[in-house]
């Protein structure tokens, strides 16, 4: 879908790229090899800003197309960038306006699973991510970056940074992560589906003031049963928005989320539930 893509190039909206591909101009190649099917102002401008973009193609330069690309807009590069990303997912002390710290960040590729955990490996979480061309996330623009650059004030994103919280709104899918993936089958419902957003605090401080151990297993297996279904979930995204476009793009197949090495304590969750029963 990149090399079909227009909307990113400076002076080039998306009316403009629809305009494109309604006369039949829908890649890269066929609008520089256009003459008259485009009018000379569009097309100068075409003939002046896709050399940058094929450049940063061949470079793998996922960073490129970020900086041009708006939110809703970014999974246009996965299909290209796909083998090169990474799924991240953080858990926290709370929510702002509150005071927010990292406890545990949840990593994954297509090959293992990693946890960084605050007090043991948190550190390394920024030199983890400098091997991906892109991170993707579930509102990571609004909260998991935010969180990680004040956490980590030098940290800057070098990769591209995919959202799918954006193009999911696009095609009528809202709500919370864990909703979403019920809604598309993605999950399988478990011991997990007790533990809601606002439980992993709870879990965090119940391991750190009482050295609950069980506590800390259940906030490791929620947060990577967060992160193991995001690629299924950008999959999905290409997908569906793939569908929309008036020429055929490749489907994405699925495949099978990576294993959960960790366990749900399930006594630990009732004694917390019973504890603090205003969480859901």
């Not at 929510?95 to 605050?118: E, H, M, N, S, Y």
């Not at 959202?163 to 598309?184: A, E, F, M, N, T």
């Amino acid at each position: 879908m990149l090399e079909n893509s227009f909307c990113h190039l400076d002076g080039v909206g998306s009316l403009t790229e629809t305009r494109l591909w309604e006369q039949g101009i829908c890649t890269w190649e066929m609008a520089l090899a256009a003459t008259g099917d485009v009018r000379g102002y569009a097309r100068r401008r075409l003939q002046r800003e896709l050399p940058g973009s094929i450049h940063a193609l061949q470079e793998r330069d996922a960073s490129h197309f970020a900086k041009r690309f708006a939110a809703s807009d970014m999974w246009r590069i996965w299909n290209y960038f796909r083998d090169d990303a990474c799924f991240l997912d953080l858990e926290t002390t709370g929510l702002p306006p509150g005071p927010v710290k990292i406890t545990v960040a949840a990593l994954c590729d297509w090959k293992q699973v990693q946890l960084f955990i605050r007090g043991y490996n948190l550190k390394a979480l920024p030199r983890a991510l400098v091997k991906y061309k892109v991170v993707v996330t579930f509102n990571g623009k609004t909260f998991d970056f935010p969180v990680l650059r004040k956490e980590f004030p030098t940290w800057q994103c070098e990769a591209g940074h995919i959202d799918l919280i954006y193009p999911l709104r696009r095609v009528g899918r809202s709500g919370g992560l864990k909703h979403i993936l019920r809604q598309l089958r993605l999950t399988k419902p478990g011991p997990l589906d007790q533990v809601g957003g606002g439980f992993a605090p709870v879990l965090w401080s119940e391991y750190k003031k009482k050295g609950n151990n069980g506590a800390l297993e259940t906030l490791k297996a929620y947060a990577i049963n967060d992160v193991i279904y995001l690629p299924a979930l950008a999959d999905y995204v290409h997908n569906a928005m793939a569908r929309r476009l008036p020429f055929k793009v490749s489907k994405i197949p699925s495949v099978p989320a990576l294993a959960n090495p960790y366990k749900v304590n399930g006594k630990v969750i009732r004694q917390l539930r019973s504890e603090n029963w205003w969480f859901e």
